[in-house]
């Protein structure tokens, strides 16, 4: 299976990421890739049997028209703390609020926008 060497790529390349994105690659790597994807493009292993597509991480238009705010509140409450998807788990049990900072912030990098 091709997935699996391509993971561990990914997981070896967040190891060597720049502070703050290591702990932010790898957290995407164990709890984001299933469903938003390797290429954060939302079409990850998940996504085929999925009623709504996740959300495409290196779309630079609908990514730099959510707020940071709105990022945040979608992975510490999931999909339904904003009125999406109800397949998106919140991860405030799992990530702190600085993980999860880190985590939007990274998704500014994947998306090539700006903090709003």
């Excluded at 709890?31 to 709504?52: E, F, K, L, T």
């Excluded at 609020?97 to 903090?115: C, F, N, P």
């Amino acid at each position: 299976m091709k997935a699996f060497p391509l993971m561990a790529l990914l997981l070896a390349v967040g190891a060597h990421a720049a502070e703050p994105q290591d702990r932010a690659v790898r957290n995407y790597n164990v709890y984001c890739v299933q469903c938003h994807g390797v290429n954060r493009d939302g079409n990850g292993i998940n996504s085929r049997d999925m009623a709504v597509k996740p959300r495409d991480h290196t779309d630079t238009k609908a990514m730099g028209d959510t707020p940071d705010e709105l990022l945040f509140k979608a992975i510490k409450g999931g999909g339904l703390a904003v009125g999406k998807s109800v397949l998106m788990p919140r991860w405030d049990g799992v990530m702190s609020d600085e993980e999860i900072g880190e985590l939007v912030g990274y998704l500014r990098i994947v998306s090539k926008t700006a903090t709003k």
